[in-house]
């Protein structure tokens, strides 16, 4: 069998006690990133793209290893396991190479071979395929199919019998490791994927999928996007799908192969063998194998897309925790507005109604005053829903006649409802209204995204691309790792957080992030972060995964408001022994950290990695990793699409990417779509590489179209200069996407 340990290393160019070292991590139940933040030493300091690639590819060679010994066991049961073929199989690294060398011995239904084989017809088989053979001797085939003859079997004709023995032929041909091979990367190499539209059904410009209506692309060149268009298309029974090839050279290749005799009668029989072998048994199965394939790769793509614009959208800068007003907008019924306090803990609720009449205006004027002024308001978050822009204009008015004006920024509201009517959100505030609790939701995101979007499935958020389309597995499994990622590179504050928020830290479970919660209420704020051990069913490995991600804001200890792990605090007391000062001031003293000499503190657990973690740390205790907060400022009169005009230039908000592009906001209730070719002044391959969700951008209008709510913006400039277009803030965050790239080649090896 395979030494998985071994492979694993030269496959990612690692040294083999890496990856024994990594493997040991993951047996012991170390997360992710509690191994690519304290256990550098032990891995050689990878990080967490390395970490999930390895232990995907692990599960998949396991998975792998434990197929081949069920296949090698039901081939030994049949006492058809020869030396080369049990070689053959022990050697395999990818499924579908496996799966094809088990064809021939796959217990199978009743074919039309296995009826021609119980007709006694297989050494009729045998004996047409010695005649294939450049030496074989010339013989009848009529007079050989004679003697298989019988009215008690079924043949009653030579026809009966010839037909018999090429279904025998033809099912060997199908269950070929190699041809199947060769077929299938053919079909990935020269097939074309054609899509149409039928014209009684559907006429011109009546459906969504228009732009497919005679569509064609190269099965190796098709984008994802495209693909699952044209599927989606498919499933909804708008467009009909073909997957073609060139069938002659397919058969000519499959002739080239098996036919190597020089005999008119045989090779004609061969032929129509082959044929019949080719479209009744290999290719439908490969056609769907291809698809398949290229469905697989195309959920790859997007999923890839989701989790870039969710990481974004995660990550996004908070405004801070300040006392907030939240208004989630409406024309008729009104617009709800919550008032938060700096932990976003919930304190007052008006409904006001600013767009029914100017009676109305000047009462929700009143109102509006008032809350700022009781609650000491510093940031207004307005919902961009329906009457988003209109709300805003009258936010403003009222604040232009006060002193005091707290920020004003507009937030996304996508997935606010679905917070306001789950299970959370009716835990949360079980008295208030389903309104109610979305502008809370809304007022909080713009406090702390992270901590309000994780309450939200991610399929909700509408960052995704063809969301409802790709393997619902794999994308959980992917934005889960996406938001458990994201969360630990932050950080919890152990006293504010929700158990939502606390599932996601390493080494927690829903049960012990509920009894943390619980514990919480029960005796007051955390002090320090060994009172974890009190709480129930934390245990010693828990605490140990999840100590370090957690922070407690003006604790006993300072240390527990970093990133250092309580199993590294007698270093650091070291340190602060050494350089003479109190443990209470060892963050205060960052110019004098950086002269230290870490190799006397080196262990034989705490290494050089761990020491300069430690001391960066130590030089910026309690820092939020997260960009700057940056808002953008709407277009004063553009609230409608009727108010774009061609030429226009706009600040927006970037609110999902996709492989052709961007979508962007620009505060009139339609997002607008910067086509890829329009990102930059340069070729772009991948839109990710110019613009992200929640970036603050400049955009130009070229075209409105308002019967279709269709939008097209440029942030190219006319001169080819850059148009002000910075590329957005870099983070140095455990990078996601590269790891469904390897997932990608995962895949490719089933």
Partial sequence: ?????????????????????????????????????????????????????????????????????????????QDKLTDLLKTKIT???????????????????????????????????????????PNAQPASLDNEAEKYLSQEKGVKTVEDALKGASDILAEDVSEKAKLRAYLRDYLMQNGLFASRIKEDDH???????????????????????????????????????????????????????????????????????????????????????VRGAKKLDADIESIKTFESNLRELLLSAPAGMKPTLAVDPGFRTGCKVTALDETGKFLDYQAIFPHTGAGQRLQAASILKTLIEKHNIE?????????????????????????????????????????????????????????????????????????????????SIGVGQYQHDVDQKLLKKNLDETVESCVNYVGVDLNTASKELLTFVSGMTLTVAKNVVTYRDEHGAFKNRRQLLKVPKLGPKAFEQAAGFLRIRGGNNPLDNTAVHPESYKVVEAIAFDLNVPLTDITKVGDRLQSMNLKKYVTDTVGEPTLRDIISELEKPGRDPRAEFKYATFKAGVTEITDLTPGMELEGIVTNVANFGAFVDVGVHQDGLVHISQLADRFVSDPKEIVKVGQVVKVRVMEVNEKLKRISLSMRSADGATNGQSSPTQRQTPSKPSTLNDLKTKFNRK
């Fill in 91 to 133: 050697a395999c690294l990818q499924k579908t190479e496996l799966e094809d060398l088990y064809l021939p011995y796959k217990p199978k239904r009743r074919t039309r071979a296995t009826i021609a084989r119980e007709k006694g017809l297989e050494s009729l088989a045998e004996f047409i395929k010695a005649l294939n053979q």
């Fill in 379 to 459: 940031l207004i978050a307005i919902g961009n829903g329906t009457a988003s822009r209109e709300t805003d204009e009258f936010v403003g008015e009222v604040l232009k006649t006060m002193e005091r004006q707290p920020i004003k920024v507009m937030v996304n509201e996508s997935g606010a409802s679905i917070y306001s009517a789950s299970d959370v959100a009716r835990e949360e505030f079980p008295n208030l209204d389903l309104t109610v609790r979305g502008a809370i939701s809304i007022g909080r995101r713009l406090q702390d995204p992270l901590a309000e979007l994780v309450k939200i499935d991610p399929k």
């Fill in 203 to 289: 006429p011109e410009g009546s459906t969504k999928f228009e732009m497919y209506r005679n569509f064609q692309a190269r099965v190796k060149d098709i984008a994802s996007h495209n693909l699952l268009a044209i599927f989606r298309g498919e499933t909804e029974k708008v467009l009909q799908v073909e997957l073609s090839f060139d069938e002659d050279a397919v058969l000519a290749y499959l002739e080239s192969e098996e036919i190597r005799t020089k005999d008119r009668t045989v090779r004609n029989f061969y032929q129509g063998m082959l044929k019949d072998a080719f479209n009744r048994l290999i290719k439908t199965s490969l056609i769907s194998e």
């Fill in 1 to 77: 069998m395979l030494n998985i340990t071994q492979l694993l290393a030269e496959e990612f160019s690692l040294n083999p006690c890496q990856i024994k070292s990594t493997l040991e991590l993951f047996a012991e139940g170390a997360t992710i990133p509690f191994i690519a933040r304290y256990r550098k030493e032990r891995t050689g300091s990878l990080d967490e793209v390395q970490l999930r690639d390895i232990s995907e590819r692990f599960t998949y060679l396991t998975e792998l290893e434990a197929r081949k010994a069920v296949i090698l066991e039901v081939i030994a049961s």
